[in-house]
């Protein structure tokens, strides 16, 4: 069975930073894309971040360039997001997904879906 499960979130200061981890499990770690997407109230989902596990290769929406950072832990069959420099408008559910095709990410169509986890940026 597929799993994947983020940790990490929660509430924190404009200026603050988070690390959110996905856990995954039931898959070829290195054979898939892992991406971070975030969907705010009455708002689409949209990409955040994303890297290929097999390459490390690694794609930043223009709103997060600079301000955060995603990596993985082959290892530990695990991706993180560093999140520095927190805007109150990056409040939103933090999901991760993973794909053996990165497009399908692009298009924010991955086949496997984690639960989200909330991030909440005060002002």
């Known amino acids: 069975e597929v799993q994947l499960v983020e940790s990490g979130g929660g509430l924190v200061q404009a200026g603050g930073s988070l690390r959110l981890s996905c856990a995954t499990s039931g898959f070829t770690f290195d054979d898939y894309a892992i991406g971070w997407f975030r969907q705010a109230p009455g708002k689409e989902r949209e990409g955040v971040s994303c890297?290929?596990?097999?390459?490390?290769?690694?794609y930043y929406a223009d709103s997060v360039k600079g301000r955060f950072t995603i990596s993985s832990d082959n290892a530990k069959n695990t991706v993180y997001l560093q999140m520095n420099s927190l805007k109150p408008e990056d409040t939103a559910v933090y999901y991760c997904?993973?794909?053996?095709?990165?497009?399908?990410?692009?298009?924010?169509?991955?086949?496997?879906w984690g639960q989200g986890t909330q991030v909440t940026v005060s002002s």
């Open positions: 890297i290929s596990s097999s390459d490390g290769s690694t």
């Open positions: 997904a993973a794909d053996r095709d990165i497009l399908r990410l692009y298009q924010i169509l991955p086949r496997y």
